[in-house]
């Protein structure tokens, strides 16, 4: 099993950036395809951005598309989301998830392990 552990959420300002991090223990996260996920206060869990395990592969939701970079660094075991121009709608608690599936999926249920999350706060 891999366990997964965010960080790097907090209160930002509209039009910020952060960067999150998903570090991985337990097994090396390059046995893995990386996803993130968010969850906004009353509703779904929704895709945000996933990786393969190599790096080579990347799928972006259409809301965060050209705003956010998933990347990986398979040396520290660790799996990063860019978060470039956030807005309010981008408020959320966001979740790393790994998958043992060859491919790079956006469904929840094709995700094996999951993190606790971080939230991120995007005042106006």
């Known amino acids: 099993q891999v366990q997964l552990v965010e960080s790097g959420g907090g209160p930002v300002q509209a039009g910020d950036s952060l960067r999150l991090s998903c570090a991985a223990s337990?097994?090396?996260?390059?046995?893995?395809?990386m996803g993130w996920f968010r969850q906004a206060p009353g509703k779904e869990r929704v895709f945000i951005a996933a990786?393969?395990?190599?790096?080579?592969?990347?799928d972006y939701a259409d809301s965060v598309k050209g705003r956010f970079t998933i990347s990986r660094d398979n040396v520290k075991n660790t799996v990063y989301l860019q978060m470039n121009s956030l807005n309010p709608e981008d408020t959320a608690v966001y979740y790393c998830?790994?998958?043992?599936?060859?491919?790079?999926?956006?469904?929840?249920?094709?995700?094996?392990?999951w993190g606790q999350g971080t939230q991120v706060t995007v005042s106006s």
């Open positions: 998830a790994a998958t043992t599936r060859l491919w790079v999926p956006r469904v929840l249920r094709d995700y094996d392990y």
């Open positions: 337990g097994r090396t996260v390059s046995n893995y395809g």
């Open positions: 990786i393969s395990r190599g790096g080579g592969n990347t």
